[in-house]
């Protein structure tokens, strides 16, 4: 509870802190709150971003198990979802105890527009005396009477915990990140996400992301045209792009949408380049033609020269890597094409055990990316026309790279002759 009582003047009285619930306590409380399904509510806290944590905290327990039953049949159960119930709950707590003089979702409003000054300024805590300046800011007050009512009840909202120099912080890390993801979200939707420039973002922000366009997916536009054949869409706008290690962590945009391949080039179609043009072959071809049984594989011992070569002569040219991560990943921050968590039956890696090259499109539709790309994660690495120095961007990994090599956002290099 956000009620504070000060004990300078009880000398009979002192403050005592909780230790963190064990797995043990938790599993009482769900035991005695839920005798006939408390396991399956273990395993649902198991499995959600940062509840395991957030369960040892007595109080935030008690929100978690408000929560579960809130949840209907047939929804998609994901952190943002749990985090939205709660936080709903904990609004609603607050107006039934009469102690709010704004609207739930003017409380909210504010919590998101805290996280996202906190998330620009990387402060995790507010000191009190700046309080008053946001209020009058995000609720466009000019009176020092409203500004002090409208303040007095934000410093009182469950959201928010003190310490004794005055400073406020959410009460939990994740609250701060579930706010801004909630708030960048809704801008992503209309586009707008970006208007001040890219926007970096931490890992647990673009997990809420992801969530949360499960929920509340994005209507993107057409292409302006039929797309020409064996090409899809990718459409303009804003994504999340990049991981921890690779390119920054962001939401960005790209200006203008374009069609990309559905396969990688198969070896049929480049034999159809190599009789056209005179180029040298790849090296395991029998002379200028491929084995018949890859001409559906996709051509491998192709330098970056060749594959600029070869994207000429189709009236094409090679992505940029963020093209390329747009292409793979869509809009979401997804880590694979196909959603967040890997699959080896969904692309060819090592895990998938093949040690070689598969025919593009064997792993169609469930490897799809959600623009409807191939063979994007695994298979063969790409090239994309981006540059590290003199060498020249991969993207995608291979069937003897593992899984993390084949995530949307994992970028590997090589000289443009290799």
């Not at 979401?332 to 080896?344: E, L, N, S, T």
């Not at 994660?377 to 790409?382: D, I, L, R």
Request: glycine share 6%; with cysteine.
């Amino acid at each position: 509870d956000s009620e504070y009582i000060d004990l300078h003047d009880r000398p009979n009285f002192e403050i005592v802190h909780l230790d963190p619930f064990t797995d043990d306590d938790i599993q009482a409380v769900l035991r005695k709150r839920f005798p006939e399904q408390w396991q399956a509510h273990w395993a649902q806290i198991q499995n959600v971003y940062n509840l395991p944590d957030l369960a040892r905290r007595p109080v935030l327990l008690d929100m978690i198990t408000r929560t579960l039953p809130e949840l209907r049949e047939g929804q998609t159960v994901n952190a943002a979802r749990l985090y939205r119930v709660y936080t709903d709950l904990w609004l609603e707590r607050d107006v039934g105890k009469g102690r709010t003089l704004l609207t739930p979702e003017q409380r909210r409003f504010f919590a998101e527009e805290l996280a996202m000054a906190m998330l620009r300024t990387e402060e995790l805590a507010l000191h009190y005396s700046r309080i008053p300046s946001q209020v009058a800011q995000y609720f466009k007050l000019d009176k020092a009477e409203d500004i002090d009512y409208f303040e007095a009840d934000v410093r009182t909202c469950n959201f928010l915990n003190h310490d004794g120099e005055g400073n406020y912080a959410f009460a939990h890390k994740s609250f701060m990140e579930f706010f801004a993801a909630c708030r960048l979200h809704r801008l992503m939707l209309e586009d707008r996400a970006t208007a001040n420039g890219p926007v970096r973002i931490n890992e647990e922000i673009r997990l809420f992301l992801n969530n949360l366009f499960a929920l509340h997916p994005k209507t993107e536009p057409g292409p302006p045209e039929v797309p020409p054949d064996g090409f899809v869409w990718v459409p303009p706008g804003e994504y999340v792009l990049g991981e921890k290690g690779e390119l920054p962590l962001q939401i960005t945009r790209l200006e203008q949408g374009f069609f990309v391949a559905k396969t990688p080039v198969t070896n049929a179609q480049y034999a159809c380049f190599v009789a056209e043009t005179g180029q040298s072959p790849p090296k395991h071809w029998e002379g200028k033609t491929p084995p018949s049984k890859l001409a559906q594989h996709p051509v491998v011992y192709v330098s970056w020269e060749d594959a600029v070569a070869y994207a000429e002569w189709a009236g094409c040219r090679l992505p940029s890597e963020q093209e390329w991560e747009k292409a793979a990943r869509g809009v979401d921050g997804r880590a694979y094409p196909w959603g967040d968590g890997f699959d080896k039956n969904k692309c060819n890696t090592s895990e998938s055990d093949i040690r070689t090259t598969t025919p593009v499109g064997q792993y169609a539709p469930q490897g799809l990316s959600p623009w409807g790309a191939m063979d994007m994660a695994g298979n063969v690495w790409e090239w994309t026309s981006s540059e590290v120095g003199s060498a020249r961007v991969l993207r995608g990994g291979a069937f003897d790279s593992y899984r993390d090599y084949a995530r949307c956002a994992s970028r590997h290099w090589y000289p443009p002759y290799h």
